[in-house]
């Protein structure tokens, strides 16, 4: 039985969206400040960072983001005339780009990541959000082994990453279903 939407869901959806987006300007606030980085470009970072080989193809990279190919596109771009990200062709598919972390961009990260995880933090306890109770959401929405769970889009999988406090470090999937 399908249960009707209400609008006490539409105020709940609407606040949760809003709690997302504060924390968001929070944290874009501190990363501009004390890096000139916006959170897109430090999440981007993070993720190539965190696969295997310290690249992705650009592609890959907007999927497990939950972005577009335009806005990681760009996101590269703007680190890549920082020095921060390189981007080269893929030998096996001339239509194809890789992006990878430079030196300087794992450097970068090394001194950004205690800031990002306090600036979080902080800005969910300033919110009033207990981190359990969010962590418990996330886990109910992520499916587990059995299939349980809601959420089947892997842009909202990389998403909890960050609340489960994984920072978009950790194996990314292909789409041919291998760990890499």
Not at 57 to 70: I, K, P, Q, V, Y
Not at 101 to 123: A, K, N, P, W
Request: contains cysteine.
């Amino acid at each position: 039985m399908e249960r009707t939407l209400t609008a006490a869901d539409v105020r709940s959806y609407e606040t949760l969206a809003l709690l997302i987006r504060l924390v968001e300007t929070s944290v874009n606030r501190v990363l501009q400040r004390e890096f000139g980085l916006t959170w897109e470009e430090y999440a981007t970072l993070s993720h190539l960072h965190g696969s295997p080989h310290r690249f992705l193809h650009m592609t890959e990279l907007a999927t497990a983001l939950g972005f577009s190919r335009s806005r990681v596109s760009r996101a590269v771009a703007r680190q890549e005339m920082r020095g921060l990200i390189s981007r080269t062709a893929c030998p096996r598919d001339a239509r194809a780009a890789h992006a990878s972390v430079t030196d300087q961009g794992v450097s970068l990260l090394e001194g950004i990541s205690g800031l990002y995880e306090t600036t979080v933090r902080g800005t969910l306890t300033k919110l009033g959000v207990d981190t359990e109770q969010v962590t418990g959401l996330v886990e109910q929405l992520v499916p587990n082994a059995s299939g349980q769970g809601i959420a089947t889009d892997r842009s909202f999988l990389t998403l909890t990453r960050v609340v489960s406090g994984c920072h978009f470090v950790g194996p990314t999937r292909t789409s041919g279903g291998r760990d890499r």
